[in-house]
């Protein structure tokens, strides 16, 4: 079903609309077709809230019986594998050209240097606290979008930005005093910066099939995460145990492929700051899970910061409904 959901979202655009060109087809769309269309893109948004809101879990659990770095270059290889082999089975196959650089810096940021941090970071910090981190990339990507001339900015984000970031100082200075370091919490922000610049830049890119987009970006963040591991000098055990194999396989088919692959779709049919709130969603799942299962708590000073962080982002979500 995964596959055949994919394959659907590879293939579909908005209204008409061709996703491998800008082209306007000549057969007008039967009105089934445009509402399935228009729905779309909020079944994506939905899927990437869910799947993302466990992967900050998923990844903790998995850093308790790999090494991080390691146990990212694993996830990306089995990805790599699958991607590439739905991407062969879709008419865009592998990107070329201007796509295929695009792709490769997507995966550069997001993939490389994004896993790296946020896997060495999450031996460190709290999953619920790491995802209310990656709750800036909404605030983040406005800015940048900004400041690329991609979107303009409103008084409100800007509003937005400084209530986040007053979230994101307070998160700080309510872990300098327990077991998470601050370094690694700063790993995690930085991943999550990185994060939203990717997806800025892969918006100013040209349109491409998801598939073979996020293959090239997982080979590409695979090279990264694997020179990194060595020059770490991790070592390097194969995953034989269930605690090893099912936090790989379930990032590597549901958050690779499936949360990416959507989202990559999902900035091609919306602006990228309104995609972008997905990061508003997350949060609030990966702090209810790390709760539940791993019974971490943030206390009252976190609670306070994460608290600020999402106000911020509800701000981001009215600014964008006054400026339609």
């Known amino acids: 079903m995964l596959v055949a959901g994919l394959a659907t979202v590879a293939g579909l655009s908005n ?15 039967k009105p089934e077709t445009t509402r399935r269309a228009a729905a779309l893109p909020w079944l994506a948004f939905v899927g990437c809230c869910a799947i993302w809101g466990s992967t900050f879990l998923v990844i903790r659990i998995g850093n308790d019986s790999l090494p991080p770095l ?8 089995l990805a790599v594998v699958l991607l590439t082999a739905l991407a062969s089975r879709t008419a865009g196959g592998l990107p070329r050209g201007a796509a295929l650089r695009s792709a490769m810096v997507f995966g550069m940021l997001a993939f490389g240097f994004g896993f790296c941090l946020l ?75 990185l994060g939203a610049l990717a997806g800025v830049l892969l918006k100013r890119g040209p349109r491409q099939n998801p ?23 991790e070592p390097h055990p194969l995953p034989r145990t269930a605690a090893q194999l099912l936090p790989i396989v379930y990032l590597a088919v549901a958050g690779s492929i499936g949360a990416f692959v959507l989202y990559t779709w999902l900035v091609s049919q919306w602006k990228v700051s309104r995609a972008s709130f997905i990061a508003v969603v997350v949060p609030v799942v990966a702090l209810i899970l790390g709760s539940l299962v791993r019974h971490e708590t943030l206390g009252a000073t976190g609670a306070l910061g994460a608290g600020l962080v999402l106000a911020g982002l509800a701000l981001t979500i009215a600014a964008d409904r006054l400026t339609r």
């Open 211 to 233: 598939l073979g987009l996020n293959a090239v970006a997982a080979m590409t963040g695979l090279v990264i995460c694997l020179t990194a591991s060595f020059v770490f000098r």
């Open 15 to 29: 209204a008409g609309r061709c996703l491998y060109c800008d082209s306007v087809m000549f057969a007008t769309p």
């Open 119 to 193: 896997y060495w970071g999450e031996q460190g910090a709290p999953s619920g606290l790491s995802a209310v981190m990656y709750g800036l990339v909404p605030v983040t990507t406005a800015l940048i979008a900004s400041a690329l001339g991609l979107e303009r900015l409103k008084l409100l984000k800007l509003l937005a930005a400084l209530v986040a970031l007053a979230g994101v100082a307070t998160l700080f200075s309510g872990q300098l005093h327990t077991t998470a370091p601050p370094v690694r919490l700063g790993a995690v922000m930085v991943a999550a910066l």
């Open 70 to 77: 390691w146990a990212a270059s694993v996830r990306l290889m």
